[in-house]
């Protein structure tokens, strides 16, 4: 409670609680859109006059068609028409006073540009994607949204920044499926509120700096050399045995070595050679050496 002195010198109270004050406020905003909707319902009775006075050439105006791939919101008096979108086929609105957009829910593509990316190991990278994403509810995407479509390519962009931002250089070369995945999702979840449905997202390419290819060129050959070091290592390894195990089984038979030579020598007539090389054998010189007298 307040007190206010008049100018006569008498009192007066005024009033000042918080919930009266409220309950005030509210009956003033009933009261306004009281008289809004009076004033619409008017509108709406002149808007069928007009219409009834001018048949049939209203007809022209009041009937539109939208496509099968389209929607229209119909806003009558800047509030949206109950029924929600209308569509495909033909529809019915009121001149001055209704007013609609046409939504095609057609699938879009959306090809990122290249967006220059730190990694988690510190290596600048440019990578570029495809995202794929589709109108979910034309009502939605009206009504919450001054530009779904706009708004999608933003954040698409935003996103495949951030995405690459916390991967090593090795994790986004080799597991891009992935990355594409938890990129569709996040975007998903953040377009749902727009009436956006993101099917798809790939990446394109991943281009690296021309120094750090030839680094990666230079280590790959490297590594490359290293394993042809060994794999020739270990051949010579086996095939060191392997003589071994021959020479103890000729060893073992003085016969063999003979068949040896002998296959040797067919060897060498097999290609044509005007030379042949006879391997005088060590057993024969053996038995010449101890037919000599000694002195």
Same mark, same amino acid.
């Given at each position: 409670m307040a007190t206010m002195n008049n100018s006569n010198g008498s009192t007066m109270q005024i009033n000042t609680r918080p919930d009266d004050i409220r309950k005030r406020i509210i009956g003033s905003d009933d009261s306004a859109q009281g008289d809004a909707t009076t004033c619409g319902n008017i509108l709406v009775i002149l808007s069928w006059i007009v219409v009834i006075l001018t048949m049939p050439f209203s007809l022209? $105006?009041?009937? @539109?068609v939208v496509?099968?791939?389209?929607?229209? $919101?119909?806003?009558r008096l800047g509030r949206l028409l109950s029924g929600g979108a209308k569509g495909p086929g033909i529809f019915f609105i009121l001149p001055c006073v209704d007013n609609y957009a046409r939504v095609d829910l057609r699938t879009?593509?959306?090809? $990122?540009?290249?967006?220059?990316?730190?990694?988690?190991?510190?290596?600048?990278?440019?990578?570029?994607?495809v995202v794929?994403?589709?109108?979910?509810?034309?009502?939605?995407?009206? *009504?919450?949204?001054?530009?779904?479509?706009?708004?999608?390519?933003l954040l698409a962009q935003t996103t495949l920044r951030n995405t690459m931002g916390t991967r090593p250089l090795h994790e986004i070369l080799s597991e891009r499926e992935t990355i594409s995945g938890n990129m569709q999702v996040a975007l998903d979840?953040?377009?749902?509120?727009?009436?956006? @449905? $993101?099917?798809?997202?790939?990446?394109?390419?991943?281009?690296?700096?021309v120094q750090l290819q030839r680094a990666m060129a230079a280590e790959a050959e490297a590594a490359r050399e290293a394993r042809a070091k060994v794999? *020739?290592?270990?051949?010579?390894? @086996? *095939?060191?045995?392997?003589?071994r195990e021959a020479s103890e089984v000729i060893g073992d038979s003085?016969?063999?070595?003979?068949?040896?030579?002998?296959?040797?020598?067919?060897?060498?007539?097999?290609?044509?050679?005007?030379?042949?090389?006879?391997?005088?054998?060590?057993?024969?010189?053996?038995?010449?050496m101890k037919a000599l007298p000694r002195e």
């Open positions: 022209f $105006v009041c009937f @539109k496509q099968e791939y389209e929607r229209a $919101v119909i806003f879009r593509t959306y090809d $990122v540009p290249p967006q220059e990316v730190l990694t988690k190991d510190s290596v600048t990278v440019s990578v570029d994607a794929y994403y589709r109108v979910n509810n034309a009502t939605i995407s009206i *009504a919450n949204v001054e530009n779904a479509h706009h708004s999608t390519r979840e953040a377009t749902d509120t727009w009436g956006i @449905k $993101v099917e798809r997202v790939e990446i394109k390419d991943v281009r690296l700096p794999i *020739a290592a270990e051949g010579e390894q @086996k *095939a060191s045995r392997a003589l003085p016969a063999a070595l003979q068949l040896r030579y002998l296959q040797t020598l067919n060897t060498i007539s097999a290609e044509k050679n005007s030379t042949i090389v006879f391997p005088l054998p060590i057993d024969m010189m053996t038995y010449f």
